[in-house]
């Protein structure tokens, strides 16, 4: 249900949704929080340049902030374990 919220906020404020899988490998990394704060983060930053943002810099942008969120953990040491080391 989590990722359906997220997937609506991202709609509501950005637009073209990007894949489910992105949103779910978001989850599996970070909170649902982190998650949130990241997509409304780079709404705003959108806002700012005049909704030129494009689908792979609005990704992008919005996966480095949720990274850098205190606390958050590493991207590929999360991903790593989720998949088993395959990353």
Known sequence: METNELRTLWD???GNLP???QFEVWRLVHSFEVVQ???IKTAEKNMALHRQMD???RLRYCSSVMNNVEGSPRPLVALKSA???AA
Do not use: E
Request: net charge negative.
């Open 83 to 85: 998949t088993n080391g």
């Open 37 to 39: 704060h990241g997509i």
């Open 19 to 21: 894949d489910l899988v």
């Open 55 to 57: 689908a792979d810099h």
């Open 12 to 14: 509501r404020l950005l």
